[in-house]
């Protein structure tokens, strides 16, 4: 049986994996019943979630589904900073009537969710945050399984390519939700997803656009500079069959956003979310961190979401956020691909 090739995608349109809710088998499985790729999201669950969302979303198409995995980050040993970080968090914890949560480190579950991998073969498995050892990727096309490395750089491309990697997801500075640096406490590169495409082209790896795209004439000018597909997040927060939460899915066509910012202020890493009181008040107090920093603030940016306020939680976004529109996913993929039939 041959691999799943992203070339043979009747519709270029991959829709990204979200964690922390949007990416559902439900949203997966239409993206691909509608010609693209729909993903599922393995950063911050279990794998026996992971698994059970895999076969959910089986059950709803007979088309290829990819899952995303966060490679495990070095941790921030610098207890005083994270400590006085959570003396900053206080009040936050205070106004929504939570205890702060507990600093610590988590691999995510990464030999668990390798194991359901290697278990229930996905047709594409994306790694973001890292590069995965050349023995992993070994045995994941030993598999039968087509890989993916997430890049933000030509130097990250370039090891990616030598590990023999299926496929590059070329990361634009536009990009929504969580920089892929392979630096945990690098900021992301400023270099325009364009020329970041056509330097990776060197590299002779297909590669996947990603960041900042939400229509189909930025699908167009991506493919003509050279990419295999597109691959949009922020696109299907909006999607009817989004996990999205109420009070994401209100900010996102709120006036009173205007404008995003790269911040590691909910997760000790830089990510790019609407802007904030939460983000004006601690982006200059944030530390690195991650996963640290997410277990710290967890129970502040839950308690806010729960209480309808936008203004204490994390709000993921890509810089064309406005650009997204509250319909089924079959027909936002229709609408990506409509230029390129």
Same mark, same amino acid.
């Given at each position: 049986?041959?691999?799943?090739?992203?070339?043979?995608?009747?519709?270029?349109?991959?829709?990204?994996?979200?964690?922390?809710?949007?990416?559902?088998?439900?949203?997966?499985?239409?993206?691909?019943?509608?010609?693209?790729?729909? +993903?599922?999201?393995?950063?911050?669950?279990?794998?026996?979630?992971?698994?059970?969302?895999?076969?959910?979303?089986?059950?709803?198409?007979?088309?290829?589904?990819?899952?995303?995995?966060?490679?495990?980050?070095?941790?921030?040993?610098?207890?005083?900073?994270?400590? =006085?970080?959570?003396?900053?968090? #206080?009040?936050?914890? @205070?106004?929504?009537?939570?205890?702060?949560?507990?600093?610590?480190?988590?691999?995510?579950?990464?030999?668990?969710?390798?194991?359901?991998?290697?278990?229930?073969?996905?047709?594409?498995?994306?790694?973001?945050?890292?590069?995965?050892?050349?023995?992993?990727?070994?045995?994941?096309?030993?598999?039968?399984? &087509?890989? #993916?490395?997430?890049?933000?750089?030509?130097? @990250?491309?370039?090891?990616?390519?030598?590990?023999?990697?299926?496929?590059?997801?070329?990361?634009?500075?536009?990009?929504?939700?969580?920089?892929?640096?392979?630096?945990?406490?690098?900021?992301?590169?400023?270099?325009?997803? @364009?020329?970041? *495409?056509?330097?990776?082209?060197?590299?002779?790896?297909?590669?996947?656009?990603?960041?900042?795209?939400?229509?189909?004439?930025?699908?167009?000018?991506?493919?003509?500079?050279?990419?295999?597909?597109?691959?949009?997040?922020?696109?299907?927060?909006?999607?009817?069959?989004?996990?999205?939460?109420?009070?994401?899915?209100?900010?996102?066509?709120?006036?009173?956003?205007?404008? !995003?910012?790269? !911040?590691?202020? +909910?997760?000790?890493?830089?990510?790019?979310?609407?802007?904030?009181?939460?983000?004006? @008040?601690?982006?200059?107090?944030?530390?690195?961190?991650?996963?640290?920093?997410?277990? *710290?603030?967890?129970?502040?940016?839950?308690?806010?979401?729960?209480?309808?306020?936008?203004?204490? &939680?994390?709000?993921? /976004?890509?810089?064309?956020?406005?650009?997204?529109?509250?319909?089924?996913? /079959?027909?936002?993929?229709?609408?990506?691909? =409509?230029?390129?039939?």
């Amino acid at each position: 049986m041959s691999r799943f090739a992203i070339q043979d995608l009747r519709c270029p349109v991959i829709a990204a994996p979200m964690a922390a809710g949007p990416s559902t088998p439900k949203l997966a499985a239409a993206v691909t019943n509608a010609g693209g790729l729909g +993903f599922l999201a393995g950063g911050l669950v279990s794998a026996q979630t992971l698994a059970d969302s895999l076969s959910e979303a089986r059950q709803l198409t007979s088309g290829p589904i990819g899952i995303n995995l966060f490679v495990p980050q070095p941790v921030n040993n610098n207890i005083a900073e994270i400590q =006085s970080y959570a003396a900053a968090l #206080a009040p936050e914890a @205070e106004r929504y009537g939570v205890v702060l949560g507990e600093p610590r480190y988590h691999d995510d579950d990464w030999a668990a969710k390798l194991d359901v991998v290697y278990a229930m073969k996905p047709d594409l498995v994306s790694f973001t945050f890292g590069l995965p050892g050349a023995d992993l990727l070994a045995r994941i096309r030993a598999a039968g399984i &087509t890989s #993916a490395v997430t890049v933000t750089s030509l130097d @990250e491309a370039q090891r990616a390519s030598a590990s023999d990697v299926d496929a590059l997801i070329v990361q634009g500075p536009q990009a929504g939700g969580h920089s892929a640096t392979f630096d945990p406490v690098a900021p992301p590169p400023n270099q325009p997803l @364009e020329d970041l *495409l056509a330097v990776t082209r060197l590299c002779d790896v297909p590669a996947i656009a990603a960041g900042g795209l939400a229509t189909a004439p930025d699908l167009d000018r991506v493919l003509q500079a050279g990419a295999v597909a597109g691959q949009f997040g922020t696109a299907f927060l909006l999607a009817d069959e989004a996990g999205t939460s109420l009070v994401h899915r209100a900010a996102l066509t709120d006036a009173r956003f205007t404008r !995003t910012a790269v !911040t590691r202020a +909910f997760t000790g890493r830089y990510a790019r979310a609407l802007r904030n009181r939460f983000i004006d @008040e601690h982006d200059a107090q944030a530390v690195a961190g991650f996963p640290n920093v997410a277990f *710290l603030t967890g129970p502040v940016l839950a308690a806010a979401a729960r209480s309808g306020d936008p203004q204490g &939680t994390s709000l993921w /976004a890509g810089t064309a956020f406005r650009q997204a529109c509250a319909e089924p996913a /079959a027909e936002i993929v229709a609408s990506l691909a =409509s230029l390129t039939a």
